[in-house]
Structure formats: structure tokens, C-alpha cells
């Protein structure tokens, strides 16, 4: 059974804080993807990564960085945390060209 | 870029109807088209995908319809349960750069006992 887990589930910080969001996934997938979700808007990627250090762009990169030191392992950073990132972020893990498996998700409300 | 709209936003049926939602997309090269379900405080999970050299695709009640022509695809419920009130996620993908998919704005879907 594909496990993909995320550190928090909620997440309280305050403006101007650095905040890192981790994702572990333990099928040995290449892919790994970050999105967040609003309500009426979808899922929407923010980054992704198809092999360790290596990472592409979403739709929505603007106030993110992304690191992936090791395969089972994708962080998302937040530089310095602004109010419009409060949302629902979530990770996902996949096989090249495979199902999409997503973690439970991380609250975040930033303050 | 790929731009996916999904319709209706909100859709209410009564058990044991059928539910119907539909997606068009904008990318000709797309190939891949998963559908995902999300229930209340839980993980979007994979119920249904369908690629471009199917045009339907059926597993027990739910069904997928694809019209490349078009650009739409469809997912659709027969016989509703209460356990399928949830949101759905349609999305698309070329199947290219890591198979990127991009997502519709979902559908709550609502099944009145």
C-alpha cells in the first residue's frame, strides 16, 4: 500500500516567518509534487521534482522553494510567510507517468 | 499552458439517481484524465482515469466518457449512496514532464438520503 505522509496536519505561523512543509513517500517514486488546494480553485501545482535535486516549476512558484536531498523526501519552503499562503497544501508522490498518490494534507494559517 | 474547467461547482441528487460531471479541457496533446474523489477532511484518492485511445471507460457504477474532438470528458454515477457525497477532482496531463496534471475546480456532490 502506497504511503505518502506529510510532518504536520496543522500548522499555525505568523507573517514573515520561515515555514518548511515535508512530504516522505515510501514507494521508491521518482515523481513528487507539491500543490495547494483553495476552495473553487482546484489543486493547483506549486512545484514538482522528478528526481533528487532536481525540480520544475508549477503554475503558482511565486513565494516557494521546494529541496529534495533524497528520493523519499520533498520539502516545500516558505521564505517568509505572507497571509495569501494560508491554504490547504498537499503532496504527492507517482511512478514516471503513473497515479498520482497524495499525502493527507497540512493546514497552514499564516497569522 | 493547460487550462481545465470543471462544471457544475455544487450538484445535489436524490439516492439511487445518477450524477453527472464534466470537464473540458484546452491542450489537443493531452493524453491522461484521472479522476479523484475527496471526502470531508480526507486525501484526494483515484476512482477512475481514462486515456486518449479509449473513449469510455467503466468500473461498477461510476463511468468515464472522453470526447477528444470536443476536448470534454465525463464522469458519471449511476445508482447514488449517501457515500458518495465527497468533492471530485477532474484533471488532465500530456503525460509528459513527470506526468503533470492539471485540475478543475472540483464538484461537491451531494447524495439526500
Known amino acids: 500500500d502506497v504511503k505518502v505522509t506529510q510532518s504536520s496536519r496543522y500548522l499555525v505561523k505568523r507573517t514573515g516567518e520561515k515555514v518548511f512543509l515535508e512530504c516522505v513517500q515510501d514507494?521508491?517514486?521518482?515523481?513528487m509534487f507539491w500543490y495547494r488546494q483553495d476552495p473553487g480553485l482546484g489543486l493547483r501545482l506549486i512545484y514538482f521534482?522528478?528526481?533528487?535535486?532536481?525540480?520544475e516549476k508549477g503554475d503558482i512558484p511565486e513565494g516557494y522553494s521546494v529541496s529534495r536531498e533524497k528520493k523519499e523526501r520533498f520539502s516545500l519552503i516558505l521564505e517568509s510567510a505572507s497571509t495569501n499562503q494560508t491554504s490547504m497544501y498537499l503532496c504527492?508522490?507517482?511512478?514516471?507517468?503513473?497515479?498520482?498518490?497524495f499525502g493527507p494534507g497540512t493546514r497552514l494559517l499564516v497569522l | 499552458g493547460e487550462n481545465v474547467e470543471q462544471h457544475p461547482s455544487t450538484l445535489s441528487v436524490q439516492e439511487g439517481d445518477s450524477a453527472v460531471i464534466k470537464c473540458t479541457y484546452s491542450?489537443?496533446?493531452?493524453?491522461?484524465f484521472p479522476w479523484y474523489k475527496q471526502e470531508l477532511g480526507k486525501r484526494p484518492q483515484l476512482i477512475i482515469d481514462?486515456?486518449?485511445?479509449?473513449g469510455e471507460k467503466k468500473d461498477q457504477r461510476i463511468a468515464v466518457t472522453l470526447n477528444k474532438t470536443a476536448k470534454h470528458f465525463s464522469l458519471h454515477i449511476t445508482e447514488t449512496q449517501p457515500e458518495d457525497s465527497a468533492v471530485y477532482f477532474c484533471?488532465?496531463?500530456?503525460?509528459?514532464?513527470?506526468?503533470?496534471?492539471?485540475f478543475g475546480g472540483g464538484t461537491r456532490l451531494m447524495v439526500k438520503p
Open positions: 481514462i486515456r486518449s485511445n479509449v
Open positions: 491542450d489537443s496533446a493531452s493524453n491522461y
Open positions: 484533471a488532465a496531463s500530456t503525460g509528459n514532464a513527470g506526468n503533470m496534471l492539471t
Open positions: 504527492a508522490s507517482s511512478w514516471k507517468g503513473g497515479t498520482q498518490y
Open positions: 514507494m521508491d517514486h521518482e515523481n
Open positions: 521534482s522528478y528526481d533528487v535535486k532536481m525540480k
